[in-house]
């Protein structure tokens, strides 16, 4: 596998896991994960797994892996992991949040 350039930039080939944790479904879970699966298939076209977490049958995990809000999408590859919480409909903040799009500066 390769490196991430010097640039800071990630590899093109390079593997996503994405978690997101909903309650059941509810309209602003079915809004994450169809919005999630449309920045995927833009920007990730095949090198991305979501795994999708309803905390409604398994409440515990939401404890045990510190979800605060739902829904949460986490990355957990590449390194490092991140969180963003909400329906994701805000496609810049979402690509900020996940690193597939560097913050552009306020006016």
Same mark, same amino acid.
């Given at each position: 596998m390769s490196a991430s350039s010097k640039s800071g930039g990630?590899? $093109?080939? /390079?593997r996503w896991e994405l978690? =997101? !944790?909903? $309650?059941?479904?509810?309209p602003k879970s079915l809004a994450a994960i169809r919005n999630l699966k449309k920045v995927c298939e833009e920007? =990730?076209?095949?090198? !991305?797994?979501? /795994? #999708?977490? %309803?905390?409604l049958q398994n409440p515990r995990l939401a404890k045990d892996h510190q979800i605060i809000a739902i829904p949460t999408l986490v990355r957990k590859l590449p390194d490092p992991i991140r969180k963003i919480i909400g329906d994701l409909? %805000? #496609?810049d903040r979402t690509l900020v949040g996940l690193? =597939?799009?560097?913050r552009s500066p306020n006016p």
């Open positions: 990630k590899p $093109a080939n /390079e978690r =997101l !944790y909903t $309650a059941g479904q509810t920007h =990730l076209p095949g090198r !991305y797994e979501i /795994e #999708v977490i %309803d905390l409909s %805000d #496609v690193d =597939l799009r560097p």
